[in-house]
């Protein structure tokens, strides 16, 4: 029996715990995978009510820029629902770092999840030894997977190494101490859109 979700299935905000965020986060996935009939509140009046009363993501998702990876679909979210931070090989730089801590401490998102995907160009530019001018990004993610050369157990090295990176940051790990925070970690596969959750 297909099952049929309307907008209202999915208003939740920043006050939901980390546990409802993820399983916000498996529902829209399951249905983003099988393709189940779902419309978002892209109106004007939905644009206008956040301008006027502000965001409330209820999760805060780091992952790479790959332009196949868009956590909103993925997720099945509107807009207003997750702050995303994007950057290559979905590495944990300075500005990444205090990208979170905003999205944590001053929105109030209690899951701070890091989404790393299969097929990447970065480990692969990582596990091929560039360098150069994507030097900076290839020798981070190179720190982080050790000697592996399994793509899909690089990816994973990688996303676990920036969970800990950001575990260390201080204003989280005090949000974490607290019970206000929950990082995560997953990865999506690019060949048939879903997402497998790593084990905390």
Known sequence: ??????????????????????????????????????????????????FERGQKPFATVITCSDSRVVPEHIFM???????????????????????????????????????????????????????????SLTERIRDAIGAVTDPYEASVLNTRTAMRELSEQPDLATLSAKGALTIAGAIYHTHCGVVDFLER
């Open 1 to 50: 029996m297909q099952n049929f979700y309307t907008a209202d299935d999915f208003d939740i905000d920043a006050h939901v715990s980390a546990d409802e965020a993820l399983v916000q986060l498996r529902t829209g996935n399951r249905i983003y995978v099988e393709a189940l009939d779902h419309k978002r509140d892209l109106s004007p009046e939905r644009i206008r009510e956040l």
């Open 77 to 135: 979210a509107g807009l207003g629902e997750l702050f995303v931070i994007r950057v290559a090989g979905n590495v944990i730089g300075d500005l990444e770092a205090a990208s979170a801590v905003y999205a944590c401490k001053h929105l109030h998102t209690r899951l701070l999840l890091v989404l790393g995907h299969t097929h990447c160009g970065a480990i692969r530019a990582a596990l091929d030894g560039e360098g150069g001018s994507v030097a």
